[in-house]
T-cell receptor, first 115, second 110 residues
């Protein structure tokens, strides 16, 4: 099973709202990722968690706050977003082996619209 | 800075034809080269991947050709089908970070 699940599938929020995106995998993977994808563009890496510790933060604004409660779950907390943050937010996971060759498996994404 | 350059941006192929998408990279530290297929409204799905110690890898109708000296790799889709119509991303990585190409929108006409 190579499934990564994400909830919700769609989210509409105002600029003053607080919301959270959730991601779950049961493949025993120890690395989890958040990506942002705009229409007709490749995914852009936001955060990487390795063994539940934040290992990469690609200079993402503080209105995005990641959290990794355990090895199977990854959250992205959203607060005071801007309309330009509207995008498809993708979660991915990989085995997390330090030797590389990290195949990343993506979830279906959450389509976020900020009004 | 785009670390992986992908071409063409869009491609139209007749059913049964061969689709070819090319990618080039500069960073010799990259050691893993996956291709992802993405349908509208869905997440990218791993299609096929190759390591630099192999020059070619074939899985069904999909083949990756890899030229380490030229720092280029390509995806060939044989006997292209309308169901292959999607966006294809090449990528290169060393460690955790995946560096994507800009994507190729493939349309296979009946």
């Amino acid at each position: 099973d190579t499934e990564v699940t994400q909830t919700p599938k769609h989210l509409v929020m105002g600029m003053t709202n607080k919301k959270s995106l959730k991601c779950e995998q049961h493949m025993g993977h120890r690395a989890m990722y958040w990506y942002k994808q705009k229409a007709k563009k490749p995914p852009e890496l936001m955060f990487v968690y390795s063994y539940e510790k934040l290992s990469i933060n690609e200079s993402v604004p503080s209105r995005f706050s990641p959290e990794c409660p355990n090895s199977s779950l990854l959250n992205l907390h959203l607060h005071a977003l801007q309309p330009e943050d509207s995008a498809l937010y993708l979660c991915a996971s990989s085995q997390g082996e330090a030797g590389g060759y990290e195949t990343q498996y993506f979830g279906p994404g959450t389509r976020l619209l900020v009004l | 800075q785009q670390q992986v350059k992908q071409s063409p941006q869009s491609l139209i192929v007749q059913k049964g034809g061969i689709s070819i998408i090319n990618c080039a990279y500069e960073n010799t530290a990259f050691d893993y080269f996956p291709w992802y297929q993405q349908f509208p409204g869905k997440g990218p799905a791993l299609l096929i991947a190759i390591r630099p110690d192999v020059s070619e890898k074939k899985e069904g109708r999909f083949t990756i050709s890899f030229n380490k000296s030229a720092k280029q790799f390509s995806l060939h889709i044989m006997d292209s089908q309308p169901g292959d119509s999607a966006t294809y991303f090449c990528a290169a990585s060393s460690g955790y970070a995946l560096n994507f190409g800009k994507g190729t929108s493939l349309l296979v006409t009946p």
